[in-house]
């Protein structure tokens, strides 16, 4: 269903596709809200609040900016309100304030991705040090084998072998928390075929 479609569902009454339009972008507000608040019960309350005001908000939407983006900022302005309100206002970086506005302008896949890349990040951390530092030179700073060798002195067989128990380590986290959809991506981040 477009947005204009789900929209005009929702001001013509359709409770459904109200839920519909949470659905589809609660990951959005977590992800923009989520950047700003840290701890889970305020964040879930920021985010009902967000929902709230994009319900009470819709008709006053005028497809100026993609749905998604006019959602995006509502979270982030509510947030910062929020912020404010409890006086927390230093706790947000200067930094995080101006990627969080930048945000507005991603799609809802962006975000999903960004949240892969991070989580897949993170996941990377925690392998071995060599691992680690092998599928980092050559996925990440994309070294060939040969380069790696040089930059590690390790041989270019320990390399490959090192590389091939890293995917399958990750492969293995990954398998228990993420999608088939969100799998593909792996092997795309990775540039697996």
Request: hydrophobic share 40%.
């Amino acid at each position: 269903m477009h947005d204009s479609e789900l929209i005009s569902q929702i001001l013509s009454g359709n409770r459904n596709a109200f839920a519909f339009l949470v659905s589809r972008y609660q990951k959005l507000v977590v992800h923009v809200a989520g950047r700003l608040i840290q701890r889970q019960d305020e964040l879930e309350d920021v985010c009902q609040e967000v929902f709230l005001k994009v319900y009470q908000n819709l008709g006053h939407y005028r497809n100026e900016c993609k749905l998604s983006t006019w959602i995006a900022t509502i979270a982030y302005n509510t947030g910062i309100n929020y912020l404010r309100k409890h006086k927390k206002w230093n706790e947000v970086n200067p930094e995080d304030s101006i990627a969080l506005r930048n945000l507005t302008d991603f799609s809802v896949e962006n975000f999903e991705k960004a949240d892969l890349h991070r989580y897949l990040r993170e996941q990377i951390e925690l392998l071995p040090v060599q691992y680690r530092t092998v599928l980092t030179l050559f996925h990440l700073e994309e070294f060939s084998y040969q380069e790696i060798e040089q930059i590690t002195g390790m041989p270019e067989g320990t390399v490959k072998s090192y590389l091939f128990r890293a995917k399958a380590l990750l492969k293995e986290i990954l398998k228990f928390v993420v999608d088939e959809n969100s799998l593909k991506l792996v092997k795309e981040i990775t540039n697996e075929k």
